[in-house]
């Protein structure tokens, strides 16, 4: 068998592959056609004196629903959120803490995550952010050693924390700040935050996220929660009718498949609008178009 006879397997992976068209055999580069021993920059007609074809390259459609647990790291990505982010920053920028507030898995970390890549263009004064997930957090003295690190200052606490950090203007971003209420955490290093976020000039300034209002957090310690009044509350809400298609078409806009408005329906009223499950309904509706 000649090598013009020969069959050639296509080789999707690397993005360029080998066929037979009539006699002739073309090899697909990118942009770049090689055909025989001539070269095109064409990459949709090929043409030769023995054959004519039109080809293009395989497409393949990822689904672009794809975000369906834990944070979301690239701030772009976080969606339908512009309200909340401005509030947040507003209350930041008169003097005060924030608490955002809302029901598991409705978006706070990927939230906190935006509050963190904005800080240094949206803060009046300026504060060095800090976000340190208490989840990974197993109790005051790993919590210690994980702040200290983050900031750059030798491992302490108490008086010594309390000096350190007076040398700094922080915006210290907690995420999961229940486990502050389980056992290895006490009273005292709430209460010692709550002293060092308090007054205009204070060293810290918080954003912390958490499922119930303060009032109801930390009630193991007899005591008014250590952030409340210090926090104002940011709740965060399901998405309304009006974002949901916008985040549909959002992520459709460089596919070529399109939801029909029956789909987008069933999706509001499936959902009622929390967020991570528009997004599962969204996965799933795509992977039938791509069967």
Known sequence: MSEHEQQRDIDIKSGNYVEKVGQNYYEIHAET??????????NSDVTSDQDSSQTSVPKVQHNPFNYLTGRID????????EKEVKRIFELLNIGSSVAVIGEP??????????????????LKLPRKPIYLNLGEVYGEDDFYFFLCDLIG?????GYRLSRELKKHQLLLILDNVEKMAWDGFTNQIRSQIRA?????????????????PLSQLFNDSGMVSPFENVCLEETISYWDEQTIPKFINYHLQNTSISFTEEEISQ?????KGH?????????????SYLQ
């Open 33 to 42: 056609v090689i055909f025989g021993d001539h070269e095109s920059s064409s």
């Open 74 to 81: 690239d701030p772009k990505l976080v969606f339908g959120r």
């Open 105 to 122: 898995e409705i978006g706070k970390s990927s939230l906190l995550k935006v509050v963190e890549d904005q800080a240094e263009s949206k």
């Open 153 to 157: 200052i030798p491992e302490c606490k």
């Open 196 to 212: 060092l976020a308090e007054g205009n000039n204070a060293p810290l300034r918080l954003v912390i996220a958490a499922e119930r």
């Open 267 to 271: 999706i509001i009223s499936d959902t």
């Open 275 to 287: 967020p991570k499950k528009v997004m599962n309904l969204c996965y799933q509706i795509y992977n």
